[in-house]
């Protein structure tokens, strides 16, 4: 049974920081990412790494970098810098193989406050 395990989220002020996690257990997965979705806006991506390289949405590039424990099945979204409008929740997603199901956690609620 697959499933994603997500921590981390919580309240920081401009210019702060946080670690989210997330475990993917119960198969081994060829890509993993983390998304996020503000209220009223549609979901997107924030960061995915497969075979060891990250992709970054642009507006997180220099600020956010993630990384994977591939012997955890568990990566990480490290953000410095944050800023009011990277408040959203935070949800991560993890595929098994190409064009294969795709693997949502809870979420995470993120809010950076001015």
């Known amino acids: 049974q697959v499933q994603i395990v997500e921590s981390g989220g919580g309240l920081v002020q401009a210019g702060g920081s946080l670690r989210l996690s997330c475990t993917a257990s119960?198969?081994?997965?060829?890509?993993m990412g983390w998304y996020r979705q503000a209220p009223g806006k549609q979901r997107e991506v924030v960061a995915s790494?497969?075979?060891?390289?990250?992709d970054y949405a642009d507006s997180v590039k220099g600020r956010f970098t993630i990384s994977r424990d591939n012997a955890k099945n568990t990566i990480y979204l490290q953000m410095n810098g944050l800023k009011p409008e990277d408040t959203a929740v935070y949800y991560c997603?993890?595929?098994?193989?190409?064009?294969?199901?795709?693997?949502w956690g809870q979420g995470t609620q993120v809010t950076v406050s001015s």
């Open positions: 997603n993890a595929l098994t193989r190409l064009g294969g199901p795709s693997y």
């Open positions: 119960g198969d081994t997965f060829w890509y």
């Open positions: 790494i497969r075979s060891g390289d990250p």
